[in-house]
Each structure stands twice: as structure tokens, then as C-alpha cells.
């Protein structure tokens, strides 16, 4: 799996290289330290040659020195190069993350793609850094610290060869079950993200219905759960520790008691023997460094799995392959909308494979105003969700000027179409910012004209700074009624062929959205218009209504013709009207 992230590093690959030097030279380095100790503890000593003991002395000191300096730079390029490796692989998942669908990010669910984003590249980025200091240092180092034991003692290495499988064996036992234990941790903290997230997006929700409480106890609930298996996975890690702690104070005794033994006989000089420890600790001291390593490779298992799911979806809609360019439409030109035989249903567990659309079918012409009507969950955002693509439909077709809309290319075909969201959102910045999303290089103008059609230029005028008023985020300091007419303008600005208003002005006054339907058949002549709406006042004077009951079409007229034909539309009307009477 590991390779799959190489290419990540990018232009760091180089610092590979610089490192792979880097970690032999200091390697080099101090190796040659219990060398030089045990020449001095056997020759110099024993000779009281003062002047061979300086000279090695300094030698020593030198290379001390070169190791500290070549430690220093290998950490400066492995914490270059784990950055830059985190940085790539960020905006790689960020951008695999804005070509998802609708779809796509149900799937993951919001919380998690903000995890894999952040905790998760982070401990990607944790795992190389330490990999470039370690990884190849540590068996480079036991390695070469074994030739030298083996170099100055043959018999005694034995007891290293002893030790070392009980070393690996001990800590890939607690490696396996920890790998388990991370894999709950990150999903857990994906649980404490979807907890934190949702409350504070829905903090002024939580406050008005006095839920602080029961939010905190969620909140408690996901972060005990987080807690405790990351207990869990640490306990079990510190478990690594003493086992080394064991074997390698267990091989020293046993070096310290059969050398002696030796140097006491005769066949192994006191140096000799101090520098056979020396080994003995760097040996033992790699092999922990190594299994270190592999817990690290543990965590980041999870987490590396978890980045691979995401940049492995494959966005499930995607721009269609133009056949010929002719096949492929340039633009949109006059914004007819077709469904024909249209079923459509999400691909969540819990739909359990019903539909929420079925054989829809409706034609509305260029430049018509049609409205929507049904009850809540009837399927009416879905309906319209499915013209710019959002999701695709199941079974059947969606037509705009007769092209099949997964006929398309994306970009034409959503530039085409003007929507405001049922949830819409304003983002942070100034309203006139906010406004030009629709149209980046639109003059005050065109700015001014689509806020009137919107009927918002009189409220922002209104405003002290007017257009430049800075939004808060998500547009926390305007009205509802604000907000959607400021959405509404935004569409408008886009100057599309297409408008969709999902229950967009189901917050301004019934008079004001009167003056906004009049603005439109004055002013977007040319403009087909979709409207959503729960008021009969609201789709009362459109061209055509469709009325949608659970997930089907019940009738499709004007508001005359419904309401002697169609129960269900009547029944509307009825109860609004009652409800206006009494
Ligand atoms: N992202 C989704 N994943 C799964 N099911 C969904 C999703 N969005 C909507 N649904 C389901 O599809 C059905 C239709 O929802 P839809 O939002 O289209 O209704 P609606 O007519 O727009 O309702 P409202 O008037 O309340 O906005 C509902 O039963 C809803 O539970
Ligand atoms: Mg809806």
C-alpha cells in the first residue's frame, strides 16, 4: 500500500536521496565511536600513551561532531519532505473531494472527509518524516554495529542472535492487535468530528430548543468512545517498552557475565569488552527503533487505507467521453427540460432500494415559468436536483434541448443552470463577493439589475455599506428573507437559461415574492424558470403546475385546470385557504 504514496512526495524525492547520506555518514560516525573507546581502554591506557590518547580523543570528539551536524541537516530534509508530502496529498484529496457527486459525499459523509483530510494525512505525514530518520537508519546501524560485534567476538554475538528474535517476535505480537485499535480510534474520531460539526453549524438550533445539555451528552458520549480506544491502542503500545527494556538488560547481564568471564582468561581485552556492549546497545537500540517503526506503519495502515478509499472513488457522475465533438453541445441555447420515463432512488442503506421518483414524465418549453407543488418529501428537490446533474437519474432520461444532460459536458451544462439550493448558503465575505459567484466579471450594472429582479437592491441599499456589507459565515447577519433573495440574485446574475428555485422564497413576505414573479416574466423572458413552492399564492399564476405525490406526477396543468381536476391540488388550495379564513 505504501508505495501508492510515493508519488506524493513530488519534488521532495530528492531529500531521499540527501537523507539516504546523510543516515550512512552519521551512521558511520558513530560506529566508529566504540572502536575508537576500546583502542584507547587497550592501547593507550595500558601503555599510558598520553599522546594517542588525545589523537583519538579528538578524532572522537570530531566525529561527534559530523554526527550531530549530519543528524541536524537529515531532520531538517525529512521534515522538509514529510510537509511537502503532506501538502500534496491534501490537495490531491481536496480536489478528488470537489469532483464528487451529491452521491459520493453521502457516502462518506462530511465528517469523515474533513478527518481523512486533516488526522489522517497527518499521520501519513508523521510516518514518512520518521521513516526517512529511522527506517533507513535503524537496520543500516544494526547491520553494521553486528559486523563489528561479531568483528571483536564471534562467541559472544550469540547472545545477540538470542535476543533479537525475542525482541521482533514480542513486538509484532502487540503491533498485530494494536493496528486493530487504530482503526476503531479513527473511526471514532470521525464520530467526534460528525458531533462537533453538527453542532456547531446548528448552534443557534441548539440553543433555541435548550438541547445544550443533550448535545454535551453526545458530545461526551463520542469523546469517551474516542478516548477509550486510544487508551486502549497506547496501553497496549507501552506494553513494547518494558519487553525491550527486558531483553536488552537481560543480553547486557549475560554479555557483562560470559565476557568477563573471558576477559578474565585472557582471550578478550577490557576495551574490547566495552566496546562489544557499546554494540550490543546500538544493535538492541536499532531493532527497537525498527519495531517502533512498525507500529507507526500500524496507525498509519489505518489512516493510509482510509486517505486510498477516498482518492480510489471514482466520482460517480462524471463528464461523458464526447463521442464526436459534434454530440456534444457547446451551450445551452433555449432551455427546454424534458423527463422522460424518469425513476429515480438514492443508493443509501437505509432507502432500501425504494424509489423516491417514479416514471416521471414532463415537458417544459423555453421561457415557460412551471411550478411544483406537493408535500414535504413528495420528491420535488429530488426532481430538480437531477437537471444540473446532481445526482443521475436510475432508470429514464433527462433531456435539456433534446440532449440527454449526461450528454453534457459538466461545466456547460451547470453554467447553463441557475440554482438556488433549498439549503442554500451565502459564504464569508462582502454581498456584492458573494453575488458575483454568479458572474465573476459582472459591472454594478448587471449587479444592480439582478438584485432588482431578486428584489433585494432596496434592502442592501438600505444596508450602511450597501454591496460592500460584509456577510458573517453562512450570511449569519441578514434575515431568512434576505438570504434567499440575495441567493435568488446570485442565480440571476449567472444570467442562466435555466432557473431553478427550490422553496426559495418560502421566508419573504407574500408581497414581496409577488413582486419577484413579476419581475421574472418581465425581465427573464428568455429564461425557463422552475419554481418549488409549499404557497398556492406562489404557484398560483405560473404557466404550468406540476403536482407531485409521493414521488409521482398526480397532475400537470394550470392552476384553473387543477383545481377542478385534480383532488390533491384542491385539497391544497382548500386547506390554505381555510387556513387564510379562520
Ligand atoms: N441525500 C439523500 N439520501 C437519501 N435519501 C434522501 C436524500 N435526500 C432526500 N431523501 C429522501 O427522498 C425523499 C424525497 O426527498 P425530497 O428532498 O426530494 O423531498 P421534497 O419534496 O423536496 O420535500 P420538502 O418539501 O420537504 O423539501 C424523502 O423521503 C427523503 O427522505
Ligand atoms: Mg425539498
Avoid at 424 to 433: D, K
Avoid at 528 to 538: D, N
Amino acid at each position: 500500500m505504501f508505495q501508492r504514496f510515493f508519488p506524493y512526495l513530488g519534488k521532495y524525492k530528492k531529500n531521499l536521496i540527501f537523507c539516504f547520506f546523510l543516515v550512512i555518514s552519521d551512521v558511520i560516525c558513530e560506529l566508529m565511536m566504540p572502536l575508537l573507546m576500546s583502542k584507547i581502554v587497550d592501547n593507550g591506557i595500558p601503555q599510558k600513551n598520553i599522546r594517542y590518547i588525545s589523537l583519538v580523543g579528538i578524532t572522537m570528539v570530531a566525529l561527534a561532531l559530523a554526527s550531530i551536524l549530519f543528524g541536524t541537516l537529515n531532520m531538517k530534509f525529512s521534515a522538509e519532505a514529510s510537509q511537502g508530502f503532506a501538502a500534496n496529498l491534501r490537495e490531491s484529496l481536496f480536489n478528488k473531494v470537489q469532483s464528487f457527486s451529491f452521491a459520493n459525499i453521502d457516502h462518506f459523509s462530511t465528517a469523515s472527509l474533513v478527518t481523512r483530510l486533516t488526522s489522517d494525512t497527518t499521520q501519513m505525514q508523521v510516518t514518512v518524516m520518521m521513516c526517512l530518520r529511522i527506517l533507513l537508519r535503524a537496520p543500516m546501524m544494526l547491520v553494521c554495529a553486528m559486523v563489528f560485534a561479531i568483528s571483536i567476538n564471534a562467541r559472544l554475538s550469540v547472545i545477540i542472535f538470542i535476543a533479537i528474535p525475542i525482541l521482533v517476535v514480542g513486538t509484532m505480537l502487540v503491533v498485530r492487535t494494536a493496528e486493530r485499535l487504530f482503526t476503531t480510534v479513527q473511526k471514532r474520531l470521525d464520530g467526534l468530528n460528525g458531533t462537533i460539526r453538527e453542532n456547531l453549524i446548528a448552534i443557534r438550533v441548539v440553543k433555541a430548543f435548550v438541547r445544550a445539555r443533550h448535545e454535551k451528552e453526545k458530545f461526551k458520549k463520542a469523546n469517551n468512545a474516542l478516548t477509550e480506544s486510544a487508551i486502549q491502542a497506547g496501553n497496549l503500545i507501552s506494553l513494547v517498552s518494558p519487553i525491550m527494556m527486558l531483553v536488552l538488560n537481560g543480553a547486557t547481564l549475560a554479555v557483562i557475565w560470559f565476557g568477563g568471564k573471558m576477559v578474565g582468561t585472557g582471550s578478550m581485552g577490557t576495551g574490547q569488552l566495552l566496546g562489544f556492549i557499546s554494540y550490543l546497545m546500538q544493535i538492541m537500540i536499532s531493532t527497537m527503533m525498527f519495531s517502533m517503526i512498525f507500529i507507526l506503519f500500524a496507525r498509519s495502515q489505518a489512516s493510509g487505507a482510509r486517505i486510498l478509499e477516498v482518492l480510489d472513488t471514482e466520482p460517480d457522475i462524471r463528464n461523458s467521453e464526447p463521442a464526436g465533438q459534434d454530440s456534444q453541445p457547446h451551450s445551452m441555447n433555449s432551455g427546454k427540460i424534458e423527463f422522460r420515463n424518469v425513476d429515480f432512488r438514492y443508493n443509501t442503506a437505509e432507502s432500501e432500494g425504494k424509489n423516491v421518483l417514479s416514471d416521471i414524465n414532463f415537458t417544459v418549453e423555453p421561457g415557460e415559468i412551471t411550478a411544483i407543488i406537493g408535500g414535504t418529501g413528495s420528491g420535488k428537490s429530488t426532481m430538480v436536483n437531477l437537471i444540473p446533474r446532481l445526482y443521475d437519474t436510475t432508470c429514464g432520461q433527462v433531456l435539456v434541448d433534446d440532449t440527454d444532460v449526461r450528454n453534457y459536458d459538466l461545466d456547460t451544462l451547470r453554467s447553463g443552470i441557475g440554482m438556488v439550493l433549498q439549503k442554500n448558503v451565502l459564504f464569508s465575505g462582502t454581498i456584492r463577493e458573494n453575488l458575483l459567484w454568479g458572474c465573476a466579471d459582472a459591472d454594478n450594472e448587471k449587479i444592480k439589475n439582478a438584485a432588482e429582479i431578486a428584489q433585494a437592491h432596496e434592502f442592501i441599499e438600505g444596508l450602511p455599506d450597501g454591496y460592500e456589507t460584509v456577510l458573517g459565515e453562512g450570511g449569519v447577519n441578514v434575515s431568512g428573507g434576505q438570504k434567499q433573495r440575495l441567493c435568488i440574485a446570485r442565480a440571476i446574475l449567472k444570467n442562466p437559461r435555466i432557473l431553478i428555485l427550490d422553496d426559495s422564497t418560502s421566508a419573504v413576505d407574500t408581497a414581496t415574492e409577488a413582486k419577484i414573479r413579476e419581475a421574472f416574466r418581465n425581465s427573464l423572458k428568455n429564461t425557463t424558470v422552475l419554481i418549488i413552492a409549499q404557497r398556492i399564492s406562489s404557484v398560483k399564476d405560473a404557466d404550468k403546475i406540476i403536482v407531485l405525490d409521493d414521488g409521482k406526477i398526480s397532475g400537470i396543468g394550470t392552476h384553473e385546470e387543477l383545481y377542478h381536476s385534480n383532488d390533491i391540488y384542491r385539497e391544497i388550495c382548500n386547506s390554505q385557504q381555510e387556513g387564510l379564513a379562520s
